[in-house]
């Protein structure tokens, strides 16, 4: 697999668990709506007073789960942050264009969070021969 397949995938499935940690080392997991841009980021929404964004501004490391009822699954690793000025843009642009229906949480003050991948893993455990791969993100 590699960018354009995962953005394919991400795309297909749009939704997924966010995990961050919390103050004191524990892990913590959201169910959520998640896009991808065209450049391969993921992109989430969040109120400003979650757990999950108090724990990313203070460590931005998070791991992402795509995909899963149909056998299949993107693992993800990154680095999450708050975009601002045109890379906000670009990235509410993507999240609405998946998510249209979301145009007025935006609009009421909930933030967008960009998930910059360092690592991500396909599997593909439908049928007898089990297929798992890195995925190349250069």
């Known amino acids: 697999m590699d960018r354009s397949e995962l953005i394919g995938y991400v795309r297909e499935h749009g939704d997924g668990v966010v ?3 919390d103050a004191d080392g524990a892990p913590q997991a959201a169910y959520l709506s998640v896009a ?6 993921l992109v989430f929404d969040a109120r ?5 964004v108090a724990n990313i501004r ?11 009822a149909d ?3 993107l693992q993800c690793e990154g680095v999450a942050d708050e975009p601002g000025g045109e890379e906000l843009e670009r990235c509410a642009a993507a999240y609405l ?7 007025a949480s935006l609009a009421s ?4 969070v960009r998930v910059r991948l360092s690592w991500a893993r ?10 798992v791969r890195n995925v190349d993100l250069d």
């Open 97 to 103: 264009s998946a998510f249209p229906q979301f145009a």
């Open 122 to 131: 396909h599997s593909d455990l439908r049928g007898e021969n089990a297929l």
């Open 48 to 52: 400003p007073s979650s757990r999950k």
């Open 58 to 68: 203070r460590d931005p490391r998070v791991a992402v789960v795509i995909g899963g």
């Open 36 to 41: 991808a841009t065209d450049g391969g980021d």
């Open 109 to 112: 003050g909930v933030t967008i």
């Open 71 to 73: 056998g299949t699954t």
């Open 19 to 21: 995990s961050t940690v």
